[in-house]
């Protein structure tokens, strides 16, 4: 049984470590090949859909980059937790599209499934994210989007991030 709550901090410390490539350029394109990222996704809502307002799970994404058209962003969001619970299930991830915008790596992606709160809650994700890529080959990737969030009787919108590093 994981602790509820052990995420957050992980998710923070990544984000305060990886601060300064935001202001950086990104020196190249990430090379020909396959990129490995792990980190921390999260969930956001005003507490409607997501009990506890928010929850965090750990990321792991496969980035294959190569000739135009053949670019792909595929992966899962799991373990999720919040202050109150844990959460078993995942969310998967499908790219949906890669472009160059304002000098940065941008890859585009759905993200969808089901996560079931240790309070036995289901909550369905349906949702896509902007992905943008930063540092020297894009060592590290942020996205943000919208979802729309199933949870018991409601639906409402929530937000997800992302914050993962090249591994």
């Known amino acids: 049984m994981r602790d509820p709550g052990v995420n957050k901090p992980l998710l923070e410390a990544l984000q ?7 202001s950086a350029p990104q020196a190249n394109l990430p090379p020909p090949g396959t990129t490995n ?4 996704a999260q969930i956001a809502s005003d507490g409607s859909v997501v009990p506890a307002g ?6 792991t994404l496969t980035a294959t980059f190569g000739a135009p058209g053949s ?12 202050p109150t619970g844990t959460y078993d299930g995942e969310l998967t991830v499908a790219s949906t599209g890669l ?3 304002q000098g940065r790596t941008v ?20 949702g896509a994210l902007r992905n943008r890529l930063f540092g020297n080959g894009g060592t590290y990737m942020v996205g ?3 979802a729309s969030v199933e949870s018991g009787t409601m639906t409402g919108g929530a937000e997800i991030f992302i914050n993962v590093t090249a591994d």
Do not use: C, H, M, W
């Not at 305060?16 to 935001?22: G, V």
């Not at 928010?54 to 990321?59: K, S, T």
């Not at 670019?71 to 919040?82: I, P």
């Open 16 to 22: 305060n470590e990886n601060a300064a490539l935001f």
């Open 37 to 40: 990222y792990s980190g921390f």
């Open 54 to 59: 928010e929850a965090v799970g750990r990321a």
């Open 71 to 82: 670019d792909v962003l595929s992966g899962r969001f799991y373990d999720f937790d919040d």
């Open 99 to 101: 472009e160059q915008e």
């Open 107 to 126: 890859i585009d992606a759905d993200v969808d499934g089901t996560l079931t709160r240790s309070t036995g809650e289901v909550i369905t994700v349906d």
């Open 144 to 146: 943000a989007g919208k």
